[in-house]
């Protein structure tokens, strides 16, 4: 199996993740999370006529109930929070799927190169119709027992996502996370390749270019990078967030007593998801309950308010371990740097 290069541009929802971005890095992955269904066409369209070889990656439904007691006294904690711009927390109505079986229509009526699925596994019938349109399908995974289950699903290649990643974990399991000894990545792609005879690409954590090549050393056809494209100029990172990670960049004011100024946490969606560390996290992390996408929703009016203001306490601040390195200037710069000790 051949990807266009050895370093592909991860999915990012939310407004990172642009066609343009894709395009000047040589292909990569289209985020279909979050997006109305005719939004999604509109990018897949864009990624087409950037020319280059891209996939489309989709939440696949895992919602992770929460119970209403929960999430209202949740809601009842935020009440300060909304207060700062005015707003009043509404509670969210029943969980949504994201517009899964509308993506996966149009999937499979106007077929990509590729679809990647992360959060959960679809159904085999649904890797079955991709590949028989001619779509590549591949599952995100975060340890070895989930390439397994890829893999019987009928998928054709894997993603395989370190915990150092930035933004949200692909965990099948999120109620399991933190893993007690994460696995760095070239031991993870080895052990997953020890499990399946599926072609992996690795993702999480690579922020120079000996980390690529220790992620192709261990065995992955192709590598990933979400963090060390988000102050590029393709990139659609908000301004508020871009603000953030220069800052982190240059100060050492926001490493925690574990000596990381990231973390993995659940307060801004429900899921677990590795941000820059603010004072959100430090104010919700204890209390926050598990409940994708319900916190999510809960949470979306106060980041937005949060991120127009400049307010970077208040916003995901999505981000990996490698952040440090992530550098300004052209995405394309930026694939050159990974690639030049290959
Ligand atoms: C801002 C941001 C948004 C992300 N959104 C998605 C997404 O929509 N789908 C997905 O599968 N992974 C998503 N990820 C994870 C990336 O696809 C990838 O696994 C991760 O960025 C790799 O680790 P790195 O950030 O250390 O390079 C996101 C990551 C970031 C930083």
Redesign the pocket.
């Known amino acids: 199996m051949t990807f266009p290069g050895p370093v592909l541009a991860?999915?990012?929802?939310?407004g990172?993740?642009t066609p343009a971005l894709l395009a000047a890095c040589g292909g990569g992955?289209l985020?279909?999370?979050?997006l109305a269904p005719d939004a999604l066409a509109a990018r897949i369209a864009e990624a087409r006529a950037g020319g280059t070889w891209f996939g489309v990656?989709v939440?696949a439904p895992s919602p992770t109930p929460v119970a209403a007691g929960a999430l209202r006294r949740y809601l009842e904690e935020l009440r300060a929070e909304f207060a700062v711009y005015d707003l009043t927390p509404a509670l969210p109505s029943a969980p949504d799927d994201d517009h899964w079986a509308a993506k996966l229509d149009l999937l499979l009526a106007d077929p990509v190169p590729a679809v990647?699925f992360?959060f959960g596994l679809p159904p085999a019938a649904t890797v079955a119709a991709l590949r028989r349109a001619g779509t590549l399908v591949l599952q995100?995974v975060t340890t070895a027992e989930e390439a397994v289950a890829a893999a019987a699903a009928g998928v054709d290649a894997l993603?395989v996502?370190?915990s150092?990643?930035?933004?949200?974990s692909?965990t099948l399991t999120p109620e399991d996370l933190p893993a007690p000894v994460p696995l760095p990545l070239p031991g993870l792609v080895a052990a997953v390749r020890a499990a399946v005879p599926l072609p992996v690409v690795a993702?999480?954590?690579?922020?120079t270019s000996a980390d690529v090549a220790a992620a192709l050393h261990a065995g992955a056809a192709a590598t990933?990078?979400?963090?060390?494209l988000?102050r590029t100029d393709e990139a659609g990172?908000s301004a508020t967030h871009r603000a953030a990670l220069t800052a982190a960049a240059v100060s050492a004011a926001a490493v925690s007593a574990a000596g990381h100024d990231t973390v993995v946490t659940r307060v801004f969606t429900g899921r677990p998801a590795?941000a820059l560390r603010n004072g959100f996290i430090d104010r919700h992390d204890a209390t926050a309950p598990l409940g994708y996408p319900q916190v999510h929703h809960l949470t979306a009016p106060l980041r937005r308010a949060a991120a127009t203001a400049g307010d970077a306490d208040r916003v995901h601040l999505?981000?990996?371990?490698?952040h440090r390195h992530a550098a300004t200037g052209r995405a394309a710069a930026v694939m050159t740097t990974l690639t030049a000790a290959l």
């Open positions: 991860a999915p990012m929802a939310g990172a993740g992955f985020a279909g999370g979050y990656n939440f990647s992360t995100t993603v996502q370190a150092v990643a930035g933004g949200h692909a993702a999480g954590g690579l922020a990933m990078v979400g963090t060390a988000l990172t590795r999505w981000a990996g371990t490698g």
